[in-house]
């Protein structure tokens, strides 16, 4: 199965629920809308004033499936931001917040709107001269009956995730 990994599209074999899940989603976007989607970059870089030049990726800089979390080891860290020449990387992959200085760089993680993890509402960045972690709240019972109904594969799950998030470790 040929799927939608991040900004790019990879081939490889997604088996079990993962599979249905990333079928179903596929499946609720038009062709215009999955077109878009592809045409994406695996990493964009934006001057921002006061911050100067800010990569952003999904994963990692060297792999949209690669993850940095707030505890990676920078040995670990280092040969995957080893090429990269911006001072500032915001990332994404694992849904929890951070903003740590790691291997000569600042990586920062906005967290996940739509699925956070270690919060409890929706998490994101406001980035201008300083970068600022926000979560804002919203109704949890609300949307986790909407998503039960919603007909998506492990909706359960989800609405579960979303009425009780993960505690994250450091």
Not at 82 to 107: L, N, S, W, Y
Not at 151 to 169: Q, S, W
Request: charged share 25%; net charge negative; with cysteine.
């Amino acid at each position: 199965m040929i799927i939608s990994k991040g900004f790019r599209m990879e081939a490889r074999v997604v088996t079990g629920w993962i599979a249905e899940v990333n079928a179903w989603c596929h499946d609720q976007l038009t062709p215009d809308q999955r077109e878009f989607l592809l045409s994406q970059k695996a990493h964009v870089t934006l001057h921002v004033e006061g911050l100067g030049d800010v990569r952003f990726v999904h994963g990692s800089p060297r792999s949209d499936e690669e993850a940095i979390r707030r505890d990676t080891p920078e040995a670990e860290i280092l040969p995957m931001v080893a090429h990269v020449r911006e001072p500032i990387i915001v990332c994404g992959h694992t849904h929890i917040q951070f903003d740590r200085m790691v291997a000569g760089k600042r990586v920062v993680n906005a967290g996940s709107v739509g699925l956070p993890s270690a919060a409890r509402g929706a998490c994101w960045a406001l980035i201008s001269s300083e970068i600022e972690l926000r979560e804002t709240l919203y109704d949890f019972e609300r949307a986790a009956a909407e998503i039960r109904k919603s007909g998506a594969p492990k909706a359960g799950e989800f609405a579960d995730h979303i009425l009780n998030p993960p505690v994250a470790g450091p």
